[in-house]
């Protein structure tokens, strides 16, 4: 067993230490139900290529399964296992009615231009549909490293030629691009959920207290790990609505620090034209990044991939938070340091939990056919001008101009997806604190997170009679 894969377990295992199931159930939450391993063939550039991809299935106590589909030249059976039981573990925190489940094809996407990328992602779609390792109502995926918006437009469209009958097909995966069957705020909704996490940890004095931090946000500063999908949604966040100082942003060739604060906009801008931070004119270049979550910051948050921190620089890592918003970051070993230490760490599978809250809408509104608000919308508004003016008339006065247009602009799609992912991420983050500060002998946060998540699993198991 590799080391994610070794280290999930461990960490599931502490959890179970504190629950009264029996070893038969204890393990049947363990286990991975199945991994499905795929190779095939794609003819390229004038001859044949062969790529291997996994699809595994964690828990199937409730279903569909979800998880996501990541394109990586590391990735390999365990991890995605890894990753698929995490996925079962968020889901039940933030009561997402799925399994867990996660894909990966082991191929570095930078390598191929989009034509060749498109035609190896529909392969190995094809493979997966053909099994229900993709369907609407069996296994849901979703984008992860190295895939977007545009991989799951083809896979859609794959799965719509081969069940053209099926008139659930958009809910076949989620993340799609908007004008696709997805739903906007799916794109920025893990980031979103990070922030949502941030902001409520700082309202909990009990919390505070632990990691000697006060209250105020806008004094606080972060380092980064990994400018992505998810960490730069999340700094943009960060830095723009509650006025948190990005001190450092750590890339795989190389990092950039500034103690005055980095522009997030204006550091993806020059990254992604130069593909490396080295000559950013406005922060010191690091060629090392690894380095750069050595510095001292209140909040230190890897976006990035798993097991980058362990035993090994765990002893010098001089932060008083993790917010872990990518999958698995923190080792095992690496986290006993961390707990000696007293760094306080947010876990993966409640803080980066956004994205699967989000993807659950996106799902249920391919099921439905209809947009969010799509009924209520005029009527509420017809409502409110009544409201308006009925106050209007008892009052004699207009009522000022920045209320009555904040009135009437009406509800909007995406102020319901904002209000549903900040509602579930606080329920969770509720539940877990409930849990940590409550239980005896809960030794830290991630525990408590394995716990909840863990008795929720146990209960659906029961219910079915298991
Ligand atoms: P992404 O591919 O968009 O971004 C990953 C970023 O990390 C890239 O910019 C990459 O260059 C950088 N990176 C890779 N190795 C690095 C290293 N060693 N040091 C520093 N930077 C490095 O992927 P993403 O979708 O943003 O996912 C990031 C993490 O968040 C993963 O662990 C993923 O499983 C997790 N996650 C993603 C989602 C989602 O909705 N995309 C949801 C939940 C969790």
Redesign the pocket.
Known sequence: MSGFLADTTKYVNKALKLTDLSDGLANKIITCNSTYTVRFGVRLRGEIFTFEGWRSVHSEHMEPTKG?I?FDLDTHAEEVEA?AALMSYKCAIINVPYGGSKGGLKIDPTQWKRAELEKITRRFAQELIKRDLISPSMNVP???????SREMAWIADEYRKMHPADINGAACVT?KPPSKNGLVG?EE??GRGVQYIVREFFKNPELLKLVKLDDNLSTKTFIL????????NLSKFLTEDDDLKLIGI????G?IFNEDGINVEHAKKY?SKHKTFEGYPKATFIKD??LLLKRQCDILIP????N?ITEKNAEDISTKLIVE?????VSYKGNQVLNRKKIFVIP?ILA?????AV?YFEWVKNIRHIRFGRLEKRRNQLQINNLIEAIEVMTGKSMPKKYKTNFMDGIEEIDLIRSGLDDMMIDGFQCVKKEFLETEKIPDFRTAAFKVAIDKIALSYDFIGL
Do not use: C, H, K, W
């Open positions: 996501g990541r990753l979703a984008p992860d490293i190295g895939t977007s993340g799916r909704a893990t790990q990994g400018l992505g999908n998810v960490g730069y750590s890339e795989f060739n990092g990254f990044s690894s976006a990035a991939r798993e980058v918003a990518a999958n698995g970051p993966d980066n939990a956004g994205g699967v993807s």
